[in-house]
């Protein structure tokens, strides 16, 4: 109900919806090939980390910038949807304008963060580690990731194969608080591709 709701609100502000899926893996298999010009990426998914979601977006088709939804705008929320190389975020009870705006902006390839929000999570994870369970190959993920590296960048330069990659980049994300999975109302939207 919630996804048709947006759907809705979205066409009449003039944006098509390519797609719109319950899971993850759905989403991931349709924007290669619907090839919107942005992805909508929910912060609470159900079946998958959105911040894997959103890197293997851009990993499969990087032409496809994401904008993540959450729930408060949290620092956290801020900070993952950095490391998950989002353009923006926007929170899911500030709709009409702001949102249209965002989702506007992501499409037409503009970078909604800072320079200054990018380097606040770079110090962080430079600085007061964040989390002192960290190894130095995932500390080094994590702070490729918040300079806008993609994974096939850093398995290529790390000379790390792709599924110890993987790995080390979700046990990072884990220390950090970020779940592999997040259970939530099935209510919600997952993920909507605007065309």
């Known amino acids: 109900m919630e996804r048709q709701a947006l759907r809705e609100m979205l066409a009449e502000e003039g944006l098509e919806v390519a797609g719109a899926t319950g899971s993850a893996a759905e989403a991931l298999s349709a924007i290669p090939v619907l090839l919107p010009q942005m992805a909508l990426v ?6 998958a980390s959105w911040i894997r979601v959103c890197r293997r977006i ?15 705008g949290t620092r956290e929320e801020l900070r993952g949807s950095i490391l998950a190389g989002a353009r923006g975020h926007a ?13 506007r902006a992501v499409a037409a390839g503009e970078d909604l963060f800072s320079a200054g929000e990018r380097e606040a999570v770079l110090s962080e994870l430079r600085l007061s580690q964040p989390s002192p369970g960290l190894t130095s ?21 790390m000379g790390l194969a792709r599924a110890a990659f993987e790995a ?12 592999a999975t ?13 065309a």
């Open 42 to 47: 929910d912060t609470a998914l159900r079946d």
């Open 137 to 157: 190959t995932e500390r080094r993920i994590l702070l490729d990731c918040a300079r806008g590296c993609s994974d096939t960048e850093m398995t290529s330069r």
């Open 182 to 194: 997040a259970p939530r109302d099935d209510a919600a939207w997952p993920a909507a591709f605007p």
């Open 58 to 72: 851009w990993d499969a088709s990087p032409a496809v910038p994401c904008l993540t939804l959450g729930s408060l």
């Open 168 to 179: 080390a980049l979700q046990r990072a994300l884990a220390k950090l608080g970020y779940p």
């Open 91 to 103: 929170v899911r009870m500030v709709r009409g304008g702001d949102l249209v705006r965002r989702i």
